[in-house]
């Protein structure tokens, strides 16, 4: 049955799982490490839970189905889902990435992967074209649209037909629109990978991380990999996660809505200098998004007139919180500079434009009129 994308965060791919004669309409969770054998050569198709349970698994179809993938795995953070993509590769193999990424990825393949014998071109994939860095060795390109905390939006049917020209895996981070709005695997990449904290959980309390991908080859590689690394996400949180997604329609919708309005109210203010928000109309991040995305999500970034007013407005926020993180329920504001880019080389950092009067606001799903309320007595 093909049904549409809300009924399938709820249902996912309507199968029904065989062993619960409960008829519990919340998916059980299976809090056991490990499950007991009939007889020798004999499984009731789960063994130990780092290789897998009941309700991961559960979690992993419905992602699969949401993203428009056979196959997904459930980490137990985006981080450890983003680790796991890097053993995918060895020594000597070079890839190119978006040089706006989120600040922890690129952490991990400046310090982690590089050490590892991986080689980076951080680029900005939104503009520049990234078959003039293709080497010999490049095996994959890496990139996130919108980006973290920029915004720039990238053609994701562009970038994979060059990527598939050269033979190279095209990863795509969709943390920032959730498969709610996009669906990178349909656009033509490789793989998908999310922070499941984010939108997916949807509410500030659970760490998880995603990959979907329509290969048999990857997914072998990628079974191999978490049973042996044992970076699988836990059953209870497998179980938060299921449960955020079963709303992620009308958390998408109205984190939109809100996002909407706090960009209209900012665009008009003379203390911003530059809204960075995909749905704003005569951008180019507006045309391509429109093209390949069903919404310009909740995330919006702003340049205020002095480094003063962005640290003012981050003490006097009353009802938004001056917390890191997205996605969630509750309106959040983050300082990239000193924040979630910090570990980032300045020079680098500077160059994409995340200078001291940067701010990055995650709409939430309060009430419109309290959220720019409270952004308005912040504005001195
Ligand atoms: C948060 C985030 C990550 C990392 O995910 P964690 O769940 O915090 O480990 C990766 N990519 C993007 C775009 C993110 O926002």
């Given at each position: 049955?093909?049904?549409?994308?809300?009924?399938?965060?709820?249902?996912?791919?309507?199968?029904?799982?065989?062993?619960?004669?409960?008829?519990?309409?919340?998916?059980?969770?299976?809090?056991?490490?490990?499950?007991?054998?009939?007889?020798?050569?004999?499984?009731?198709?789960?063994?130990?839970?780092?290789?897998q349970?009941?309700?991961?698994?559960?979690?992993?179809?419905?992602?699969?189905?949401?993203?428009?993938?056979?196959?997904a795995?459930?980490?137990?953070?985006g981080?450890a889902?983003?680790?796991?993509?890097?053993?995918?590769?060895?020594?000597?193999?070079?890839?190119?990435?978006?040089?706006?990424?989120?600040?922890?990825?690129?952490?991990?393949?400046?310090?982690?992967?590089?050490?590892?014998?991986?080689?980076?071109s951080?680029?900005?994939?939104?503009?520049?074209?990234?078959?003039?860095?293709?080497?010999?060795n490049t095996?994959a390109?890496?990139?996130?649209?919108?980006?973290?905390p920029?915004?720039?939006?990238?053609?994701?049917?562009?970038?994979?037909?060059?990527?598939?020209r050269?033979?190279?895996?095209?990863?795509?981070?969709?943390?920032?629109?959730s498969?709610y709005?996009?669906?990178?695997?349909?656009?033509?990449?490789?793989?998908v990978?999310?922070?499941?904290?984010?939108?997916?959980?949807?509410?500030?309390?659970?760490?998880?991380?995603?990959?979907?991908?329509n290969?048999e080859?990857?997914?072998?590689?990628?079974?191999?990999?978490?049973?042996?690394v044992?970076?699988?996400?836990?059953?209870?949180?497998?179980?938060?996660?299921?449960?955020?997604?079963?709303?992620?329609?009308?958390?998408?919708?109205?984190a939109?809505?809100?996002?909407?309005?706090i960009?209209?109210?900012?665009?008009?203010?003379?203390?911003?200098?530059?809204?960075?928000?995909?749905?704003?109309?005569?951008?180019?991040?507006?045309?391509?998004?429109k093209?390949?995305?069903?919404?310009?999500?909740?995330?919006?970034?702003?340049e205020?007139?002095?480094?003063?007013?962005?640290?003012?407005?981050?003490?006097?926020?009353?009802?938004?919180?001056f917390a890191?993180s997205?996605?969630?329920?509750?309106?959040?504001?983050?300082?990239?500079?000193?924040?979630?880019?910090?570990?980032?080389?300045?020079?680098a950092?500077?160059?994409?434009?995340?200078?001291?009067?940067?701010?990055?606001?995650?709409?939430?799903?309060?009430?419109?009129?309290?959220?720019i309320n409270?952004?308005?007595?912040?504005?001195?």
């Amino acid at each position: 049955m093909d049904c549409g994308i809300e009924t399938r965060c709820i249902h996912g791919n309507l199968e029904k799982f065989e062993k619960d004669k409960t008829g519990a309409v919340s998916f059980p969770i299976y809090q056991t490490a490990t499950f007991a054998h009939p007889e020798v050569g004999v499984s009731t198709g789960f063994d130990y839970s780092r290789l897998q349970n009941p309700i991961r698994e559960r979690l992993e179809k419905v992602m699969a189905s949401l993203e428009g993938g056979t196959d997904a795995f459930a980490f137990s953070s985006g981080m450890a889902a983003v680790t796991a993509l890097m053993e995918l590769f060895k020594p000597g193999d070079h890839i190119i990435a978006e040089a706006d990424l989120y600040g922890g990825s690129i952490r991990l393949f400046n310090n982690i992967s590089s050490k590892n014998g991986i080689s980076f071109s951080f680029l900005d994939c939104s503009g520049d074209n990234i078959e003039n860095y293709i080497k010999e060795n490049t095996k994959a390109v890496f990139i996130e649209t919108p980006t973290n905390p920029m915004m720039n939006v990238t053609d994701i049917r562009k970038i994979s037909e060059t990527a598939k020209r050269h033979n190279l895996l095209l990863i795509v981070d969709n943390t920032f629109l959730s498969p709610y709005f996009q669906n990178p695997l349909k656009l033509g990449a490789g793989i998908v990978v999310h922070s499941g904290t984010k939108f997916l959980g949807g509410h500030n309390d659970t760490l998880a991380g995603i990959i979907v991908t329509n290969s048999e080859e990857i997914t072998e590689k990628l079974r191999f990999i978490i049973k042996t690394v044992g970076s699988g996400l836990s059953p209870f949180d497998s179980w938060l996660i299921l449960r955020g997604i079963k709303t992620l329609s009308v958390r998408m919708e109205r984190a939109q809505a809100n996002a909407e309005r706090i960009a209209a109210f900012l665009l008009k203010r003379p203390e911003i200098k530059m809204v960075y928000y995909p749905g704003i109309k005569g951008t180019r991040a507006y045309e391509i998004c429109k093209k390949q995305a069903r919404g310009f999500g909740s995330m919006l970034t702003f340049e205020t007139e002095s480094r003063e007013l962005a640290l003012h407005i981050l003490k006097s926020v009353k009802l938004i919180q001056f917390a890191e993180s997205l996605g969630g329920t509750e309106t959040l504001l983050t300082y990239p500079a000193t924040q979630t880019h910090a570990d980032m080389p300045e020079e680098a950092r500077i160059k994409n434009g995340i200078i001291d009067r940067i701010l990055r606001l995650s709409a939430g799903i309060e009430t419109a009129e309290d959220l720019i309320n409270d952004l308005e007595q912040a504005l001195y």
